[in-house]
Nanobody, 123 residues
Framework: QVQLVESGGGLVQAGGSLRLSCAAS????????MGWFRQAPGKERELLAG????????YYADSVKGRFTISRDNAKNTLYLQMNSLKPEDTAVYYC????????????????WGQGTQVTVSS
């Protein structure tokens, strides 16, 4: 009942920036928190950042803290991930996710997922 569509992925040089967007539709009032994940080849899915939609409080993984910023525009039903100082190690498929409960921390269980968007960082 909730649909998530990511956009903004692509190819970027090391040190560059990208902004990912996630448009939410459907029963969006059931969503309490949202987050960004990524999965690189041969690795487990990793939570990068989460946000509580009402208060805007955030969580960041150590691997992206200081480089990535999660934000939301509640009026536009859109989630963003601003990625700066990108490294080749950031190359992965990036996913937007939404949770019916929780505050976007690692303990949050996510219920809905987008299709993913490829981010490739060249050296």
């Amino acid at each position: 009942q909730v649909q998530l569509v990511e956009s903004g992925g692509g190819l970027v040089q090391a040190g560059g920036s990208l902004r990912l967007s996630c448009a939410a539709s459907g029963s969006i009032f059931s969503i309490n928190a949202m987050g960004w994940f990524r999965q690189a080849p041969g690795k487990e899915r990793e939570l990068l950042a989460g946000i509580r939609l009402s208060a805007g409080t955030t969580y960041y993984a150590d691997s992206v803290k200081g480089r990535f910023t999660i934000s939301r525009d509640n009026a536009k039903n859109t989630l963003y991930l601003q990625m700066n100082s990108l490294k080749p190690e950031d190359t992965a498929v990036y996913y937007c996710a939404a949770a019916k409960s929780g505050w976007g921390s690692p303990k949050t269980a996510y219920d809905y997922w987008g299709q993913g968007t490829q981010v490739t960082v060249s050296s």
